[in-house]
């Protein structure tokens, strides 16, 4: 494991290979490679050309055909009647203060058991690591039930607990990631020199300092990587919510993509349109941060 | 004020790495710290614990309490023991249980003997000097990034029975032989493990170029010295040299089928042909007839067979820093 943190950015392709030295032919190997990753763009692909094209045409002309109109008006209608607006507002208001969260109580705790010697250092690390190898279902009946049984007045929560509230999924979202977070980040921790906080403790500077002022700058490059993995993974997650949001309209997007298909019977233009707009922030954050994001997850390979 | 600091630090302890030779000399530094420093490592361990004690340890204790009860979910006054109860009835009553055993057993098989390699073929291929692999890398990592929702809704305008494209391609559209990929249960796991490996093997791949970019290139130059083929060099000194990324990907593989729940929860709630243990959960916990007991007790079947994989990688991961 601590050979795969220590390796946070994979070389450029073609950098460490020596076999360039017998000139080879690889004319089947870009044959098959050709071939795959046409097979591996067809699916979105696909979703994308349904997507452009208005329901009269593929009626019309069926949907294997290139005949008629090409436009953006399942987008717009996804995006206003589909409810799509409000359900990316729901996505940001649920991804955001988890992954801050997140990555706030993983620093402090992967601070406190790599930088500090006492006796439960790695029993504790153990314990967060695991946690967040579970499969979720299994924690869903008691997760469920506490969030019913814990009484809120309704001025706070309008189902009288904590279903139905975004504080819940937040919760729990970040509970579930801060195990692989911490794990990450105290490998990474573990591998500054111990120098640096010695030199600080005996200059007087307490913990607090020594983990704000000194720890927390030189973790940067590992926070630009989980932090943008975190995005990715707590934007996709579709099973919290599932589990305590009841109401259609407090939905995140990638939960809320499910009801489309009942609710757009047979237009599956309209639904296509909703998968494509699902897809475009991940691809964004892809296209922009695909470094970060590989980088996070090669630094932490354990995430299941 | 370096030298100084570099004087007062014993050897042993400017090694990060070495964990136990860090030990000693740590007793006395915890003795340096103030109470205020106590106080700010207390809060800074017991916040992050407390929640994960709270949100993730004690409901998967819960679930096991709750999977030897009865219990309807309303009062907690309504909480009856009941034995095995539970697991008598889903090993013996309830018709989707062995099913379901027999897809995430699949869905695993499925995963380790075609996903898993063909996303190591595709690492192999592409760390070797060719053009445009940066572009390939991109485009089989893709899937990588979207959620497994997303991907069962993408498939399934792939996969229709009328109007997908597969269909079209097979000439079978609009025929009476046109199959509904996602629909029928005889086809549909196939269809399902299709999609899953579509990312899959996208995630492999980026973790196995990892794992050859750090292979000693002399390794495998002394094997072609010693007249290996690139087959043999591969096989023998390339894979062995990548064992703790090997771990890795078998954790993951396992890991992966079992928590195979939002491609097919999306698909049809994970029914006709698609029951995994963890769709079954959640059908128990959700609907009209809240059967919490069996959903609980289906959950710990859940829970047994993941923790399987968990302390094998737990004890790899963890072993060696103990022993080191």
């Known amino acids: 494991m601590s050979n795969v943190a220590a390796r946070p950015r994979p070389v450029p392709a073609g950098a460490g290979t020596r076999s360039g030295s017998r000139p080879k032919r690889h004319y089947g190997t870009h044959i098959f490679l050709t071939v795959m990753a046409i097979v591996w763009l067809v699916p979105l692909g696909w979703s994308v050309f349904t997507a452009l094209r208005p329901v009269a045409s593929t009626n019309q002309y069926g949907y294997f055909s290139l005949a ?237 | 004020m370096s030298s100084t600091a570099q004087e007062l630090i014993p050897p042993e302890s400017r090694d990060p790495a070495g964990a136990p030779s860090k030990r000693r000399p740590g007793r006395g530094r915890v003795r340096r710290l103030s109470s205020r420093d106590k106080l700010v490592l207390a809060l800074m361990v017991g916040i992050p614990t407390l929640i994960e004690l709270m949100l993730v340890w004690l409901p998967m204790l819960m679930s096991v309490g709750l999977s030897f009860s009865r219990w309807n979910g309303l009062d907690l006054a309504d909480l009856r023991p009941a034995g095995t109860d539970n697991y008598q009835f889903i090993t013996q009553d309830y018709p989707p249980f062995w099913p379901a055993v027999q897809h995430n057993m699949l869905w695993l098989l499925f995963l380790a003997l075609i996903a898993t390699p063909l996303g190591l073929l595709l690492a192999v291929l592409l760390d070797q000097n060719i053009r445009g692999s940066k572009i390939y890398q991109s485009i089989f990592f893709a899937p990588v990034m979207l959620s497994l929702a997303l991907i069962g809704i993408i498939w399934q305008l792939f996969y229709q029975r009328d109007n997908g494209l597969l269909n079209f391609v097979l000439g079978t559209a609009g025929t009476p032989q046109a199959v509904d990929w996602f629909g029928d249960s005889s086809v549909n796991i196939w269809a399902a493990m299709i999609a899953a490996t579509w990312r899959h093997a996208g995630y492999v791949m980026l973790l196995y170029l990892a794992g050859l970019k750090g292979v000693d290139p002399s390794l495998k130059e002394a094997a072609a010295i010693d007249g290996a083929s690139a087959t043999q060099t591969f096989f023998r000194v390339v894979f062995p040299a990548m064992r703790p990324i090997n771990i890795v990907i078998v954790v993951i593989t396992i890991i992966e089928s079992l928590r195979a729940f939002d491609v097919v929860y999306v698909i049809n709630r994970g029914t006709n042909g698609l029951e995994m243990l963890s769709a079954l959960v959640i059908q128990n916990l959700v609907g009209e007839g809240q059967v919490i007991g069996v959903g609980s007790a289906l959950a710990v079947v859940l829970l047994v067979i993941s923790l399987v994989p968990i302390v094998f990688y737990l004890s790899r991961t963890f072993g060696k820093e103990n022993r080191a």
């Open chain 1, 68 to 304: 008629g109109a090409f436009n953006f008006d399942n987008f717009i209608q996804a995006w206003t009647q589909g409810g799509f607006s409000t359900y990316f507002w729901n996505s940001v208001i649920i991804t955001v203060p988890a992954v801050l969260l997140t990555l706030f109580l993983a620093s402090l705790m992967a601070f406190a058991v790599s930088r500090v010697n006492w006796k439960f250092n790695i029993t504790l690390l153990i314990m967060f690591t695991a946690g967040n190898l579970l499969p979720p279902q299994v924690l869903a009946a008691p997760l469920f039930e506490m969030a019913k049984h814990l009484t809120v007045p309704y001025s706070f929560s309008d189902s009288g607990n904590m279903l139905n509230t975004y504080i819940i999924v937040i919760a729990v979202d970040t509970a579930f990631q801060m195990g692989f977070c911490t794990f990450v980040l105290s490998n990474y921790m573990k591998a500054l020199s111990a120098d640096l906080t010695e030199a600080a403790l005996v200059d007087g500077a307490g913990i607090w300092r020594q983990y704000r002022e000194i720890i927390l700058p030189l973790c940067r490059p590992a926070f630009a990587a989980l932090g943008t993995l975190e995005v990715i993974f707590i934007y996709n997650d579709y099973f919290w919510p599932l589990l305590f949001i009841q109401s259609g309209n407090r939905l995140p997007i990638t939960t809320a993509i499910n009801n489309l298909q009942g609710q757009f019977l047979n237009n599956y233009n309209l639904l296509a349109a909703g998968a494509v707009i699902t897809v475009i922030p991940t691809l964004i954050i892809y296209l922009l941060l695909q470094r970060q994001f590989v980088a996070g997850l090669t630094l932490g390979s354990s995430k299941g």
